[in-house]
C-alpha cells in the first residue's frame, strides 16, 4: 500500500494529502470490501495509473469517468444558456466536478466537501486532470454553506449538483430506493437546501420516481435520466427546476 504522508502546500486554498489518501497498486494492498470498486479502478479514473489517489471510504461514492461526462453534457444541454455557475454539493473525490470542468462550460465552479482528506484526493486528483485551477474548493458542510452564502447566490445563474451519500452498498437490495430514508440525508433535507435554485441530483437507479415527482415545482416537471455502464444501469439523475 502507498499512503501519502501529509505534506503542506503553499499554493492558494490547496488541501494537503493525508495518510488516508491512497493510491493503490497492488491488490493485496487494498481492503476486501472496496476490491471490486478498485478492480474497474479504469473505467472510473482513465488516469488512475498518473497517480489518482482516494480514501477508502470515497471509492463507494465516486462516478465512473464517462458517466460523469454524460451528466455533464447533458446537464449542460437541459438548463438555459444564462447559468454560468456550478455547485457540487458533495464533491467527493471529484469524479463529477472534474468532468464539469473538463466540459469548460461553466465560468465558476465551486466544490463543496466536508472530509479534510477526501477534497484533498479531490484536488490532487484534478490537477492530474489539468482542471484544479478552474475549481474554487470550499472544505465545509454542504448545508452551512448554502445557508450562509444564499444572499450571494444568483439563483438565476446558479445550477446545484448534488451526489449525496446514499447510505453504502446496502441500497443495491432495495427493489425500490426509499429516497425518504436515505443516510445520512433525506431526500427532503437535499432539495430544502437548494430547491430555489436548478438542480440536479444523482441518486440510486432504483429510486423511488413518486418520490423524485413530488420535487418538481407547480406547473413544471422533473427530467430523470438514467446513465448506464456496459449495459447496466448505474445511476439516474432527477433534473429539477428551481421553485419560485
Known amino acids: 500500500m502507498e499512503a501519502t504522508e501529509s505534506v ?5 486554498n490547496r488541501f494537503p494529502l493525508t495518510n488516508e489518501c491512497h493510491h493503490y497498486t497492488r491488490r493485496q ?28 471510504d470515497a471509492w463507494f461514492g465516486v462516478t465512473p469517468e464517462p458517466i460523469a461526462n454524460k451528466v455533464a453534457e447533458d446537464l449542460r444541454g437541459l438548463v438555459p444558456s444564462s447559468k454560468s455557475v456550478l455547485i457540487d454539493m458533495f464533491a467527493g473525490a471529484g469524479g463529477n ?16 466537501e466536508k472530509d479534510p482528506s477526501v477534497i484533498a484526493c479531490a484536488q490532487h486528483n484534478a490537477e492530474i486532470y489539468g482542471v484544479v485551477d478552474q475549481i474554487t474548493w470550499i472544505n465545509d458542510d454542504s448545508f452551512s454553506y448554502l445557508s450562509n452564502n444564499l444572499s450571494s447566490i444568483d439563483p438565476t445563474k446558479t445550477v446545484v449538483f448534488a451526489s449525496p451519500p446514499w447510505g453504502g452498498p446496502g441500497y443495491t437490495s432495495d427493489e425500490i430506493f426509499n429516497l425518504h430514508t436515505m443516510a445520512p440525508y433525506s431526500i427532503k433535507q437535499i432539495h430544502e437546501a437548494c430547491k430555489g ?28 435520466v438514467q446513465y448506464c455502464m456496459e449495459g447496466a444501469s448505474k445511476a439516474l439523475v432527477a433534473y429539477i427546476p428551481a421553485a419560485v
Open 29 to 56: 494492498d487494498v481492503d476486501w470490501d472496496i476490491q471490486k470498486y478498485w478492480a474497474q479502478r479504469y473505467s472510473i479514473w482513465s488516469l488512475y495509473d498518473e497517480g489518482i489517489h482516494m480514501t477508502d
Open 197 to 224: 435554485i436548478y438542480s440536479a441530483l444523482f441518486l440510486p437507479r432504483t429510486s423511488d420516481l413518486r418520490q423524485i415527482a413530488k420535487l418538481a415545482p407547480e406547473g413544471k416537471k422533473v427530467e430523470v
Open 8 to 12: 503542506m502546500d503553499d499554493r492558494p
Open 97 to 112: 466536478v472534474i468532468a464539469f470542468a473538463l466540459s469548460e462550460q461553466w465560468s465558476t465552479i465551486i466544490a463543496i
